[in-house]
Structures are given as C-alpha cells and as structure tokens.
C-alpha cells in the first residue's frame, strides 16, 4: 500500500509493507529538485537518476512495516 502527499515544499510517500527490502524509485514532480531526503524521518543519502526528461530520487532501505520517505524540494 502507497500513500502520498505533495506540497509546495516537498512530497512524502507512505509505504506499508511486508517486504524485507524497500527500493524505492520515486518520480519528482516536472521542474522540481530534491534537497534532501527523510527517511522515518532522518536525513540519509540519496541518488538522483534522469530518465528521458523526468528525474527520480532512488533509495534502498530494510523493509518495515511502515516507511516514509520525505522528499524536501530546493528552493
């Protein structure tokens, strides 16, 4: 199950899930970067990938039951 929401400021995705393992792919809104991203909320590293002319934040995490990733958009 997915869950997300995006603002102004940023976007986050809910993920409910059994999965040992989270690769997560996310698409960034047309025109918008990524600052940072939270992961349960702490501050991780992450990779930024291009495809065509979209661009995506990608994070591997362990899975839980529950993960937020929180996306913050550069201003």
Same mark, same amino acid.
Request: one cysteine or more.
């Given at each position: +199950?997915?869950?997300? =929401?995006?603002?102004?400021?940023?976007?986050?995705?809910? =993920?409910?899930?059994?999965?040992? *393992?989270?690769?997560?792919?996310? &698409? &960034?809104?047309?025109?918008?970067?990524? +600052?940072? &991203? &939270?992961?349960?909320?702490? *501050?991780?590293?992450?990779?930024?990938? *291009?495809?065509? +002319?979209?661009?995506?934040?990608?994070?591997?995490?362990?899975?839980?039951?529950?993960?937020?990733?929180?996306? =913050?958009?550069?201003?």
């Amino acid at each position: +199950d997915v869950r997300f =929401i995006i603002k102004d400021e940023g976007m986050r995705y809910d =993920i409910y899930s059994d999965s040992e *393992k989270i690769n997560a792919h996310i &698409l &960034l809104p047309r025109g918008k970067q990524c +600052d940072a &991203l &939270l992961v349960n909320g702490e *501050k991780v590293d992450f990779e930024v990938q *291009k495809v065509a +002319d979209s661009l995506y934040v990608n994070k591997t995490v362990s899975g839980e039951k529950k993960v937020s990733f929180e996306i =913050i958009f550069k201003k």
